[in-house]
């Protein structure tokens, strides 16, 4: 699920400047909301998708460990990564995200963090050291990548968006025990993440390379919450709106879920 979406004003051919244009991309592998999968260039499990500042689509394929480039026609251009340990490889990543010409993939069984330029070559790599987890989710802003792992422990880590060096904190705001970090989003000065094991969606805002976790409704600093059905990731638009993308409901509204946490 992602939001990162721009456009062109005046429109295509028009002009160059880019607008956001609040458009939300979202993978379907049932074919139920569109073309099937196996039909759109014969993508292999899509988990994750995002859109760079030219409009080109980058989908993150768990099966293959490999990213699926297209242009904003649809049209396939290239595709990079495999399986295994090297610079521009990775193990059962779940999710990625683009900053500022980089894409950054949280590679979960190495348990490390992987850059590369949006042609697939690689920049650099770094462990995700205090995290103290495979790390699940990762969203990236204001010079930070912000990543949330997945061993119970709701824990959340911020490096350096440059050379991947850990800043020095780890946002333990979830407690201990069942609090498993998947989709992340970065808006605005606030990481939106997804608690797997409380079924929630929260926003945490932050402070220079630090988020700050008060669970009293009163207090400035709040993390605000939401409790969606089974949900898996989570988008914000221009406006500050949290998009939930829900595993295992029924079709209805609800499975399109929006709701305003300022």
Known sequence: LTSNVSAKNPPPGTG???????????????????IPAARANALDGPVDINVD????????????????????????????????????????????????????????????????DLEGNCVRTASVGFLRAAPRGIAVGAGYVWLGGASG???????????????????????????????????????????AGENRVKVAKRSGHQLIGDNNSHSSNYVTRCSPPRPTDVAFDTS????????????????RQKSRMP
Not at 64 to 76: A, F
Not at 240 to 255: A, E, I, K, Q
Request: hydrophobic share 30%; with cysteine.
């Open 16 to 34: 160059t400047s880019d607008l956001q244009a609040n458009i939300m991309i979202m993978l379907d592998n049932s074919g139920s909301m569109s």
């Open 53 to 116: 500042s030219s409009g080109n689509v980058y989908v993150l394929e768990y099966q293959r460990d490999r990213i699926t480039k297209y242009d904003s026609n649809g049209t396939l251009l290239k595709r990079f990564g495999q399986t295994g340990g090297g610079c521009n490889q990775w193990r059962g990543a779940f999710q990625f995200d683009i900053k500022d010409g980089y894409i950054y993939i949280a590679d979960t069984y190495n348990f490390r963090i992987v850059k590369l």
């Open 153 to 195: 422990d709701g824990k959340i880590t911020s490096y350096n968006a440059s050379n991947l060096s850990w800043r020095g904190n780890t946002y333990s705001n979830e407690g201990a025990g069942s609090d498993w970090i998947w989709g992340m989003t970065y808006y605005n000065n606030s990481v939106g993440y997804v608690n």
């Open 240 to 255: 500050g709106n949290v998009y939930v993308c829900l595993l295992y409901t029924s079709p209805s509204p609800r499975d």
